[in-house]
């Protein structure tokens, strides 16, 4: 069955430093999504993104982050200069159709800590 | 800016007991629910979506239902199983998906 898998498993990088999370959707999936759980909880949007530009961002999606879509298969997040509170499970997701008429399919995350 | 909640925090039942998971929220123009399932330390499996005009959805021993008026989900897990035993989170579509906190479930052998 096609999944979505998410690279690093777990990221350990320095306050300050640029982290690039890296995602591969399900391979006919036009919808793609980045989401964050910092430990203990809720999972919260960042950004949604469809034919080459973002759809929607959320109030934490601020100009730390973006998004790129590299080539045909890949789908990354990277934020620019990471803060002690960036620290948190990363997930990528993304669905075949958008605007609630299709299942998300999520990745296992990215565990990003940063120290 | 919508809310979900999820209620009860968490859950422990004996094997084979039927149950009742809770989600609610407060904006009712939503695009659809969706019910997810998350084992520690892993990513999201979805288990049920409902669309905004739909009343529920089944899926074997999972029944979710949506009442868009009253801002009210239910997902009904029957016959529990020890292997049930993980988090369950409910989360609205409207532009982007709010989630709730989740429902901590552990089914005793």
């Known amino acids: 069955e096609p999944e979505v898998t998410q690279t690093p498993s777990h990221q350990v990088t320095q306050m300050g430093q640029e982290v690039i999370l890296r995602c591969v959707p399900i391979?006919?999936?036009?919808?793609f999504y980045w989401y964050r759980q910092i430990l203990g909880q809720k999972v919260e949007f960042l950004v949604s993104?469809?034919?080459?530009?973002?759809?929607?961002k959320s109030e934490i999606f601020d100009d730390q982050f973006s998004v790129e879509r590299p080539d045909g298969s890949n789908f990354t997040l990277k934020i620019r200069s990471t803060k002690l509170e960036d620290s948190a499970m990363y997930f990528c997701?993304?669905?075949?159709?958008?605007?609630?008429?299709?299942?998300?399919?999520f990745g296992p995350g990215t565990r990003l800590t940063v120290l | 800016k919508q809310e979900v909640t999820q209620i009860p925090a968490a859950l422990s039942v004996p094997e084979g007991e039927n149950l009742v998971l809770n989600c609610s929220f407060t904006?009712?123009?939503?695009?659809?629910l969706q019910w997810f399932r998350q084992d520690p330390g892993k990513g999201l499996t979805s288990l049920l979506l409902?669309?905004?005009?739909?009343r529920e959805q089944t899926s074997g021993r999972l029944n979710a239902s949506l009442d868009k008026s009253s801002g009210r989900s239910t997902l009904y897990i029957a016959a529990s199983q020890p292997g049930d035993s993980a988090t369950y989170l409910c989360?609205?579509?409207?532009?982007?998906?709010?989630f709730g906190t989740g429902t901590s479930l552990t089914v005793i052998p």
């Open positions: 409902i669309q905004s005009s739909q």
């Open positions: 993104f469809y034919n080459n530009e973002i759809s929607e």
């Open positions: 997701a993304s669905s075949d159709m958008g605007e609630g008429t299709d299942t998300q399919y």
């Open positions: 989360a609205v579509e409207v532009n982007q998906f709010y």
């Open positions: 904006d009712s123009a939503i695009y659809n």
């Open positions: 391979s006919n999936h036009l919808y």
